[in-house]
């Protein structure tokens, strides 16, 4: 079992950055394919980002694509978002999630992810 626990979300005004951690339990981060998504209000969730157990392969949604990016610390147990020239539209609560994944693997698909962190809120203001 992995547990996972997401911080620093917050309110950012338009053009703002935040970034987002996620921290996770046990002794075995490295053989997990790390995800990023969002779901904002009355949508479902949608991929943001993914990157490969050890960082080799990222991939984004076209809509972040060149704003965000991926990152992971395996010796930290932690996968970082970096989000920056945040729009009001990148409103939502977004969620990490793990998957246990052949090396280079970048799974995009939520149903692909075996554990899932409780989300973080991030509201841009126009």
């Known amino acids: 079992q992995v547990q996972l626990v997401e911080s620093g979300g917050g309110l950012v005004q338009a053009g703002g950055s935040l970034r987002l951690s996620c921290a996770t339990s046990?002794?075995?981060?490295?053989?997990?394919?790390m995800g990023w998504f969002r779901q904002a209000p009355g949508k479902e969730r949608e991929f943001v980002a993914a990157?490969?157990?050890?960082?080799?392969?990222?991939v984004y949604a076209d809509s972040v694509k060149g704003r965000f990016t991926i990152s992971r610390d395996n010796a930290k147990n932690t996968v970082y978002l970096q989000m920056n020239s945040l729009k009001p539209e990148d409103t939502a609560v977004y969620y990490c999630?793990?998957?246990?994944?052949?090396?280079?693997?970048?799974?995009?698909?939520?149903?692909?992810?075996?554990?899932w962190g409780q989300g973080t809120r991030v509201t841009v203001s126009s």
């Open positions: 999630a793990a998957k246990s994944a052949t090396l280079n693997s970048v799974p995009t698909g939520p149903t692909e992810y075996d554990y």
């Open positions: 990157i490969s157990r050890r960082a080799g392969s990222t």
């Open positions: 046990g002794r075995t981060f490295s053989s997990y394919a």
